[in-house]
């Protein structure tokens, strides 16, 4: 599968940096990784996360109910105090990207349309998107501005981490999956992060196959 990011959105961000990590897994314990993954609190600066990320979604013509992934969940901790488990792997990124601030998602490799993903801007008249947990709604990319995953011409993920697609989405049968890692901070901090997440799933299921890599400025495309 190749992996690439537009050249004119590192122009305008070069701070940004896309940690990937593939695995393949068997016999997923669920209920030991439930265990690991109860939040406390983040290491880092969840004000300075939230003011870079809301400034990135402000450029993009995001609407104030269009959140950061990481940002919608420090607010349901605070509204709540927890999170509803979802599934194994999502519950597993959700607490790493809680822990170190930076907005995560993932793919269940089967669903995906085409072996290329691409971090790109929104193409007008494009292909219109179906938002997770709206099944068979359809919503049109207007303005290109707007920074999405797209795999092949099918756009997977809208304003760069807010909202994944409905087709694509892990859930509890998922076996095979790709994990994004977005963050505008360091390279010392997405390496630990992109470890811890490793770490927990190594813990808690058969890890068959496992490639890790990072895009940035330096690097805007690799092969997984």
Known sequence: ?????????????????????????????????????????????????????????????????????????????????????????????????????????????????????????????GKKFEPMGLSGQLEKLKDTAEICYYCGDVPVCRYWNHKDSEMTKIDENTSEVLIMFDTLGGLAELKKAMNEFVEIIKVTSNVIELKMEILSKEKLNCEM
């Open 1 to 125: 599968m190749k992996i690439s990011i537009e050249n004119k959105i590192l122009e305008t961000y070069p701070q940004y940096k896309m940690g990937l990590v593939k695995m393949s897994v068997a016999s997923k314990n669920w209920e030991k990784l439930q265990l690991l993954v109860k939040y406390e609190k983040s290491i880092v600066d969840e004000k300075l996360v939230e003011k870079q990320w809301l400034e990135v979604f402000s450029d993009m013509h995001a609407s104030e109910r269009r959140l950061p992934s990481v940002v919608a969940l420090w607010s349901i901790i605070d509204r709540f105090g927890e999170l509803r488990p979802i599934n194994y792997f999502v519950d597993a990124y959700n607490y790493v990207s809680m822990k170190h601030g930076i907005p995560m998602g993932g793919y269940d490799i089967q669903k995906l349309p085409y072996q290329e993903l691409t971090l790109q801007h929104a193409v007008q008249g």
